[in-house]
């Protein structure tokens, strides 16, 4: 079992619509991070977490740390939203792990 | 512009052949990382650094070598490829590892036929 598991694996949406991408996890952790990983293959750093909640935008971003989930929320969604978010904890060993995205689309 | 640089962006080569990565940040940043990331895999990590000549290994260090001589600079060294290491290599920085912002490179695409 991966020690981060995002769900859903692929997701489809129109445009306008609210979109939540999910993160659970299972050790201890520092902080975590929700990544964009462009078609074009770039990672661009979204949110850092370590409690609560975060806004950016029409990006929204919480954490349950007793229940070990994170979830990314994107409102009034658009095509260039199209991207695959990364989850990923920072771990108290200095390491990263990372779950393996959702590829979102978003039709116009 | 705060940025990490990557060179090559793209290379292609055969078994054996040994080849450097090199990976540069501007940001003055303490922490550097090299990541592969492959099909239904994910990104993982290889090699860390949290400073000039400290580095630590990650979760798939065989077949790489890293060294960090100076802060800006954090080569990755596959002394002889082999084709698993065909992948999506990506290097990252931040100014330290648990509360800061990770900064990543463009990526790499080694194809070792």
């Known amino acids: 079992k991966n020690e981060v598991e995002q769900s859903p694996q692929n997701l489809t949406a129109q445009e306008g619509e609210f979109i939540t991408i999910n993160c659970s996890y299972s050790v201890g952790i520092s902080a975590l991070h929700w990544l964009q990983q462009h078609p074009g293959g770039g990672i661009v750093s979204l949110f850092m977490l370590s409690s609560g909640k975060k806004k950016h935008g029409r990006l929204i971003a919480t954490i349950n740390i007793q229940e070990k989930h994170s979830s990314l929320h994107i409102t009034a969604s658009h095509p260039r939203d199209s991207a695959v978010y990364i989850c990923?904890?920072?771990?108290?060993?200095?390491?990263?792990?990372f779950g393996t995205g959702t590829r979102l689309q978003v039709f116009p | 512009e705060a940025q990490v640089t990557q060179n090559p962006r793209y290379l292609i080569t055969v078994t054996g052949k040994k080849l450097t990565v090199t990976c540069s940040q501007n940001m003055n940043h303490e922490y550097m990382s090299w990541y592969r990331q492959d099909p239904g895999l994910g990104l993982r990590q290889i090699y860390y650094?949290?400073?000039?000549?400290?580095?630590d290994k990650g979760d798939v260090p065989e077949g790489y070598k890293v060294s960090r001589k100076e802060k800006r600079n954090f080569p990755l060294i596959l002394e002889s490829p082999s084709p698993n290491q065909t992948s999506l290599y990506f290097c990252?920085?931040?100014?330290?590892?648990?509360?800061?912002?990770?900064?990543f490179g463009p990526g790499t695409r080694l194809t070792v036929l």
């Open positions: 650094s949290m400073n000039v000549e400290v580095t």
């Open positions: 990923a904890v920072s771990l108290d060993t200095d390491k990263l792990i």
């Open positions: 990252a920085s931040s100014s330290g590892m648990e509360y800061n912002e990770q900064f």
